[in-house]
């Protein structure tokens, strides 16, 4: 539909992958670009003006987080890291860099093209403030501070849960990284991740269906949370 | 004529007694001031050679024993007086040292001669019978002074010899207990702080000769961190026990020095007397020694580490290309397959085909991702990356990234909701769930249920992944935690048999461990404990 129109600029260096990733872009109605090197990239970039753009961390000229940055400087497209580096020291930095999300080599197609098209309508939607947040049978008034089971029953949520959830709502399904959620919940002075994962636990109590498998608050390894809204966006199952 | 000669005869040899006990004064003066030092830290501290106080006793000694004995001499006679004499001269040196006890008994005779041998209120002597018994009472009084002083030096020297074997003995039992250099160097640096009571510092010489000091732990209340490096460096060139600000002793091992002890004595002294300095060369040489024992001991350690890494790396490559090789030829063929257009694969056979590539390729960077784990345990630093975790965090990552594998088999998470947070490197303890969960896919029918709980003791948590299959293969459980190994031998069952051998590694990095048994009502059950770090200052529940 209107994906027809999205253009999305890959950089990778792997003949076979690229061959791949043009496939199941193509079939799926995008424009593809492919630049196999991180100079040609940015130089696409700045040509094509892309939808969205895919990087592999190793490239044959430079390291994929280099050029995250350089695009970040001066563009706010959405980009998705596709690598084989699944160290959580990488991934943090990527994220840390700009990066939106991160797919590990070796990676599904329809997961990625889930993850590729979920930030793709973000984007364009824009990341406007959710007044209501609807996750599973729970529906939550962020400004009111109130939330509701379907059933109408009360879910009750103490003042830094709900700065907890704002704050992962406010970043859309991105993934907000520990350092910056305590940062955006606590302030600039605590450094204890201790809280956080206490508080993380006892939401998912509230909100999620099976708090042992949570749909909605989503732990990524080392990295932080993600907020996902609609369930369907949870990996390939 | 007798009288003019018997006078002059006896200040002679007054005179020449009296230097004669000046010569043994000042030779015992010396000797005695080194010898009579005491290394008991409790015993009083010794006397320096010039004491003076204890001359003056002397002095008063003779002052009073003359006090009492001259209202006595008219009925007492001079032989008793002589007596009396020679008893304050025995009293007297039961407590002083040589020196004065030597003064003492020559004051003795002056003041006999002085105030009781006739002419009185004259060192001159009327009668030469008398110069008899002045000479006899002189050495008499020497003699019994030198004896009492041997005596009391003999003892003291025991004593010293005593104490010194006792602190020594404490010191080798501590440095026998010790594993490392670091705990040894504190055992010294404590012992030697408490014989000496100033402040001991150890420097650590590097692989090139630079000294650095050693941190010991918990520091010792007085350390101090002053001294002369450069002085400590000449003391490790030179490899000899120098005195500067403070006493530097090399630590002598087989090729080089390693190291200098700066012992900084309490009250500061420039010179310490032979036996302490002796004392802290036997305390330099234990150290030495007990250090050169934890670096042998640390290379034995090395060698064996390194011979079971060199052994274990073999049989991993030889197994690796095994196991690569068996999925590659099945993505090999598949690939073929497809690409050939006169074959006209139906769809149906296509997504077969692209499935069963999907899944052998995700079989084998499985494998890759048990293996570098692996590696990275046992090859690796050994350091954690650890941070605070929820259990339940942690099981539901290791739930999701099997999810598609567990699609036919019912798991049951039974987490109760006030469970510790854990200190761990959260990536290990996924990946033990996450092979545990892979393992009853494996082994277990379709439909089985497999059962995830937790139980929080005092010190630890225990973990069980728990299911209704058929349990564990017959024979010893822990054999399935070697590498390699697996469930049923000589099955299609892709994998090394690394999974569980990674659980245990990646358990025993916490300091926890993995055990295997069979369920009381039939199936396997595997139980982890992880050690549960004391919860400091943890997050009080939000209360409202």
Known sequence: ?237 | MSMHTSAAAPSFSTARSLRQATDVLFTALDRVGRMIRRFATDAPQPHPPWYWPDYLRALAITGITTAIAFPLSPYFGLVNIVMLYLLATTVGALRLGRGPSVLLATANMLAFDFFFVPPLFSFDVEDTKYLFTLGVMLVVALVIANLMVSIRRHRETADAREQRTAVLYAMSRELAVATDAQAMTAAAVRHICAVFHGTTVVLMADARGRLSPMSTQPAPPSADPTFDLEFAQDVVTRGERSIKDAIYLPLRGVRRVKGVIVVRPQPPTRVLPAEQLNLLDAFAAQLALSLQRARLAEAAEAARISAERALLRNTLLASISHDLRTPLSAIAGAGSLIAQPEYALNVDRRTTLGNLIERKARDMSQLLTNVLELMQMEFGSGTLRTDWHAIDDLVGLALRTNEARLAQWRTVVNLPADLPLILVEATLIVQIFSNLLENAAKYTPPGTTITISATAREKSVLLTVADDGPGLPPGDSERLFEKFQRGRSESNIVGVGLGLAICRAAARLHGGDIRAMDNACGGARFEITLPLEPQVDAPAPELR
């Open chain 1, 1 to 237: 539909m209107t994906e027809a129109m999205h253009l999305i600029l890959i950089f990778e260096d792997d003949q076979a992958i690229q061959n791949v990733l043009r496939m199941l872009f193509e079939a799926n109605g995008f424009r593809v670009v492919i630049a196999e090197t991180a100079a040609r990239g940015e130089q696409d970039a700045r040509l094509h003006r892309p939808d969205i753009v895919v990087v592999d961390l190793g490239l044959p000229d430079g390291d994929g987080l280099n050029v995250i940055t350089a695009i970040r400087a001066w563009s706010p497209v959405p980009i998705i890291v596709l690598s084989a580096r699944t160290a959580e020291a990488q991934r943090l930095a990527a994220f840390e860099n700009g990066a939106d999300d991160y797919v590990m080599k070796p990676f599904s197609a329809p997961e990625l093209l889930a993850r590729v098209r979920a930030i793709v309508r973000r984007h364009v939607r824009g990341e406007l403030p959710m007044a209501v947040l609807e996750l599973g049978d729970v529906s939550i008034d962020l400004g009111r501070r109130v939330a509701r089971r379907r059933d109408g029953s009360d879910v009750r949520l103490t003042p830094l849960e709900h700065r907890i959830l704002e704050t992962l709502a406010r970043h859309g399904d991105r993934i907000v990284t520990h350092a910056s959620l305590i940062k955006e919940v606590w302030g600039p002075h605590r450094n204890d991740s201790r809280a956080l994962r206490v508080y993380i636990g006892s939401l998912r109590r509230k909100l999620e269906v099976d708090p042992s498998r949570p749909r909605h608050i989503l732990t990524e390894l080392g990295v932080g949370y993600r907020l996902v809204i609609e369930a369907e966006a949870v990996g390939g199952n």
